[in-house]
């Protein structure tokens, strides 16, 4: 320890046990997690000590030649909602923690809690208690003390009667201070006050204070670490922990830390301390002794046997670090990783040594990718059915389907077979050769849309351009509008792809913002409604481009008959119907395409996302012979457009879509669901909205935004996206 230690305490009564464990410079890392949210506001953070295991944080962990392993973990035995079973579930949490703590320390184990909520302090602290005084003892000696240094945003010392909300977990602190529910407390307080120190609070209320004013216990409010440094502020509290005591631990709630360092926290508070400084404190202030160099290392402790073969030594001299604790990790608010890096940091400060923790995934992609999506803090590692699994091996119900790309569901033998066959005969040859697979997949198409002809592209966007430029060349030769003049109608609240031409037509203020100039000739009219649509309409009107669903708008579904009265008006008018059913086609909405609903057949059609059974980018513009005659070799082209490995695939997603009878299955399961979400009696929904599988939840934003909704889904093993912060979108694989 490189911090002066007080004078040792004064002698106590005889005979008085001694704790026995080998030297502090010979001690080993025993983990132990402790999996429970039960008090907390967010779920999450029961799933943080079994992603920690999961990422190997033991094997990455080497801590001054130390060893290291994660010897057990404990869980609630069952989910209780009720206040009184919350708190009984807590408790016995508690007594195995506190055996699981006990046992290593005496073993000759340093323990390493890592906690879900902070409740998991009740049977830390306890544990180190029991190890300190184990029975028997004489009623006449005086126990030996510790102290607890607790970093924390909050003050945890409610009590039943005190607490607002009945939150357990904002209870620990009073509970070891012997005040609280007689489950947690068991009557004897595990801690003295004068030996504790309390850092970083920040969000409190006037009742937890007064009872550790009551109490004599010294909180060092983050008003004061500010105003007189974080260095001197800990030094300050070690010295509380260390007087008059046989050793001290380190409880460390992650939301003391400011959010800008560790997101991934079940209630973060702003304005806290920051990670690298209080890594470095500690590392200078409150480090576990180096391992001695020639010192033979000692098993590790394990629940189902406690050996310690280095001799025992008595504890004597100056206080040692006897527990280190860190909960409230939340991994699914950790988008970044940041906070496994801080957790990290922490580590290594106070165990010394150790290796920085394998930057994560997500970590990586914001390191190194343009910062062009905002995903939910999930990484995804394999996917079966409708089914996802995240790198930890938790699984997902996918309600996403990537947009309507994986309609037929991740992974569907089928499509892997042709794909895996296909890819070995051959895959890309370019355009410049005929190929042996393309022409069914055209002849397919052309069959099920009953158009005439079909140009194969790559992306949605691309099919979109294609049938942009398709249309005002059809303006221009067979309409007769006058060079440079042709306009296309699109809607409000649209989304046809990403081009510099297509956010163009958009009325999305953040697709537009920064890119222009924009290309002229886009004309927007309101959504659903057909007499803006005629209004609009001049002679220089080549085509009227339309979701027959808008999905990315919010999954508006247009009022009855509107698009059936728009290919009236534009055959009126000599005017191109060209309907964007990339997301809603191929069976999205319980039709083979969602125009079909109003028996419309528009003079072209553009495909995508499920073209590709889930596997690859294929897209198509598909189209009446009139409009497809004026493109002319090298009019038009696309390197991979209707590759051979491509066009194999979609021929068979083709196939699949009908075989499997997946049009008919959406519209089926579609009223299901439609039916049962309208039923929900949630305030959160204003509306329930959708076609087929294809399903939008408007979320009341006074309550809450649909990304919070989104969150909490995934929390529950259900994947989903929201769009534009208010609408929760449902689009599982056809196959559910």
């Known amino acids: 320890m490189s911090i002066v230690h007080p004078d040792s305490p004064a002698p106590r009564c005889h005979p008085q046990p001694a704790l026995c464990h080998p030297h502090p410079a010979l001690r080993n890392i025993a983990i132990i997690g402790v999996a429970s949210g039960i008090g907390a506001p967010e779920p999450g953070s029961a799933e943080g000590p079994g992603v920690l295991e999961a990422i190997g944080i033991a094997d990455q962990l080497t801590s001054a030649g130390r060893r290291v392993a994660w010897v057990s973990t404990i869980a609630p035995a069952a989910a209780c909602h009720a206040a009184a079973g919350k708190l009984d579930s807590i408790a016995d949490c508690a007594v195995r923690t506190a055996g699981a703590v006990a046992a290593a320390i005496q073993a000759g184990d340093f323990p390493l809690v ?17 190890a300190l005084n184990p029975p028997p003892q004489p009623q006449a000696c005086t126990p030996q003390p510790f102290g607890l240094l607790w970093i924390d945003a909050h003050l945890d010392s409610h009590t039943p009667e005190t607490s607002p909300s009945g939150a357990p977990h904002g209870m620990p602190l009073a509970c070891l201070l012997g005040r609280g529910a007689g489950s947690l407390t068991q009557g004897v307080p595990v801690l003295q006050a004068q030996h504790v120190a309390v850092v970083g609070v920040r969000s409190f209320e006037p009742q937890e204070h007064a009872l550790l004013q009551e109490l ?197 033998p089928r499509i892997l077979r042709v794909l895996t066959q296909q890819a070995q005969d051959l895959a890309v040859t370019s355009r410049a050769f005929y190929n042996n697979r393309l022409p069914r997949l055209l002849q397919r198409l052309c069959e099920m849309t009953g158009l005439d002809q079909a140009l194969p592209v790559n992306t949605g966007a691309e099919a979109v351009e294609t049938a942009i ?118 069976g999205r909405t319980g039709k083979f395409l969602a125009c079909q609903h109003e028996g419309v057949r528009p003079d072209g059609v553009i495909l995508g996302k499920a073209l590709g059974g889930g596997v690859l980018p294929v897209s198509a513009f598909v189209a009446r012979r009139e409009v497809m005659q004026v493109f002319r070799p090298g009019d038009h082209g696309s390197t991979f457009g209707g590759n051979p490995l491509a066009a194999a695939v979609a021929l068979e997603a083709l196939n699949v879509i009908v075989e499997e009878r997946l049009a008919e299955r959406s519209a089926d399961l579609g009223r299901y669901m439609l039916d049962a979400l309208r039923s929900l009696p949630s305030p959160l929904i204003r509306e329930v909205r959708g076609l087929g599988l294809f399903i939008g939840v408007e979320i009341d934003p006074a309550l809450s935004s649909a990304r919070q909704v989104c969150e909490r889904l995934m929390l529950c093993g259900i994947l989903s996206k929201d769009t534009h912060g208010t609408v929760v979108r449902f689009a599982p694989p056809l196959t559910i």
């Open 469 to 586: 430029k398709a249309a005002r060349k059809w303006a221009y030769q067979v309409k007769g509008v006058a060079p440079d003049c042709a306009e296309i109608i699109a809607c409000d609240g649209n989304f046809h792809g990403r081009s510099t031409a297509i956010v163009a037509m958009s009325s999305e203020p953040q697709y537009q913002d920064g890119f222009g100039p924009f290309p002229a000739g886009f004309k927007r009219i309101p959504f659903g409604n057909s007499d803006a649509l005629a209004r609009a309409i001049t002679p220089h009107t080549a085509a009227f481009l339309v979701e027959p669903v808008q999905g990315e708008g919010g999954i508006i579904v247009p009022p009855p008959g509107y698009l059936a009265q728009c290919a009236q008006l534009c055959r009126e008018h000599n005017v191109l119907l060209i309907c964007d059913e990339v997301q809603t086609g191929l």
């Open 216 to 412: 004599g216990v010294r909180v060092f409010f983050m008003d004061e670490v500010m105003r007189r440094g974080l260095d001197a502020v800990l030094r300050d509290a070690l010295a509380i922990v260390q007087d008059g005591t046989a050793g001290f631990g380190i409880s460390i709630d992650l939301d003391a830390i400011d959010p800008a360092d560790a997101p991934g926290v079940g209630s973060p508070v702003p304005h806290g301390l920051r990670a690298a400084e209080l890594a470095a404190v500690l590392a200078t202030q409150a480090t576990l002794a180096p391992m001695a160099p020639s010192a033979p290392l000692a098993p590790l402790t394990t629940l189902a046997g406690l050996t310690a073969l280095v001799p025992p030594l008595p504890l004597r001299g100056p206080p040692v670090l006897l527990a280190l604790e860190i909960a409230e990790y939340d991994p699914y608010r950790d988008q970044d990783g940041k906070t496994v890096s801080v957790i990290a940091q922490l580590l290594a400060a106070v165990l010394g040594g150790g290796k920085c923790i394998t930057p994560s995934m997500a970590a990586l992609e914001l390191r190194h990718g343009a910062h062009n999506y905002d995903p939910l803090p999930v990484t995804l590692a394999k996917g079966q059915g409708v089914y996802l699994w995240d790198l930890q091996g938790r699984r997902y119900l996918d309600m996403m389907s990537a947009y309507s790309a994986v309609s037929l569901g991740h992974a569907h």
């Open 114 to 130: 890592f906690g879900g909520d902070h409740s998991c302090a009740i049977g830390t602290w306890r544990g180190v208690a029991q």
